[in-house]
T-cell receptor
Framework: DAGVIQSPRHEVTEMGQEVTLRCKPI?????LFWYRQTMMRGLELLIY????????DSGMPEDRFSAKMPNASFSTLKIQPSEPRDSAVYFC???????????FGPGTRLTVT | SQELEQSPQSLIVQEGKNLTINCTSS?????LYWYKQKYGEGLIFLMM?????EEKSHEKITAKLDEKKQQSSLHITASQPSHAGIYLC?????????????FGQGTRLTINP
């Protein structure tokens, strides 16, 4: 299996623009997690899905952030409008349910200028 | 909320030396996970500990969870350059499994040849 795939790997955008991050989980996994990593706050869970249904989005920082999982093989994390403080590395991870080991993607490095 | 504190924050050791990284929780740990991260990459699962006093080993890495389930240590024997990276401990916020992981700030390990 190719592992968790994230795109793009790097994104540079201007403040106010919409940003969409994409994730393809490992085939057969039914749990998907979005994380954000910054130097200041470390690695934080934003939202997770089970069988395509959002289970807990309490980590989503504000309404500018939204995540969807239209099917078992694809998820998006959208930021609209983006702000410089959103600059971070965003990771997607997937696992079986109930999750024990989470498999992380390589991350998307987002820079908002 | 579950707070995880890792020590040291960074560690530089000579190749071949042993080292220990600690992870301390303010609350009882229902599940403790160790991950490794290399720069520019996602996290790689190392081990999970659940029972007080539990110890697991993989190659030259041993992880332990104390009896009170509030502290875990990761020990590397005869360190090698391949061990370099950032080690993160994560803990379940949910008793039912790795649904909501909170992570420590990480320990940056450098191995000098």
């Amino acid at each position: 299996d190719a592992g968790v795939i994230q795109s793009p790997r790097h994104e540079v955008t201007e403040m106010g623009q919409e940003v969409t991050l994409r994730c393809k989980p490992i085939s057969g996994h039914n749990s998907l997690f979005w994380y954000r990593q910054t130097m200041m706050r470390g690695l934080e869970l934003l939202i997770y899905f089970n069988n395509n249904v959002p289970i807990d989005d309490s980590g989503m920082p504000e309404d500018r952030f939204s995540a969807k999982m239209p099917n078992a093989s694809f998820s998006t994390l959208k930021i609209q409008p983006s702000e410089p403080r959103d600059s971070a590395v965003y990771f997607c991870a997937s696992s079986f349910w109930p999750p024990v080991e989470q498999y992380f993607g390589p991350g998307t490095r987002l820079t908002v200028t | 909320s579950q707070e995880l504190e890792q020590s040291p924050q960074s560690l530089i050791v000579q190749e071949g030396k042993n080292l220990t990284i600690n992870c301390t929780s303010s609350k009882t740990l229902y599940g403790l996970y160790w991950y490794k991260q290399k720069y520019g990459e996602g996290l790689i699962f190392l081990m999970m500990l659940q029972k007080g006093g539990e110890e697991k080993s993989h190659e030259k890495i041993t992880a332990k969870l104390d009896e009170k389930k509030q502290q875990s240590s990761l020990h590397i024997t005869a360190s090698q350059p391949s061990h370099a990276g950032i080690y993160l401990c994560g803990a379940d916020k949910n008793i039912q499994g790795a649904q909501k992981l909170v992570f420590g700030q990480g320990t940056r390990l450098t191995i000098n040849p």
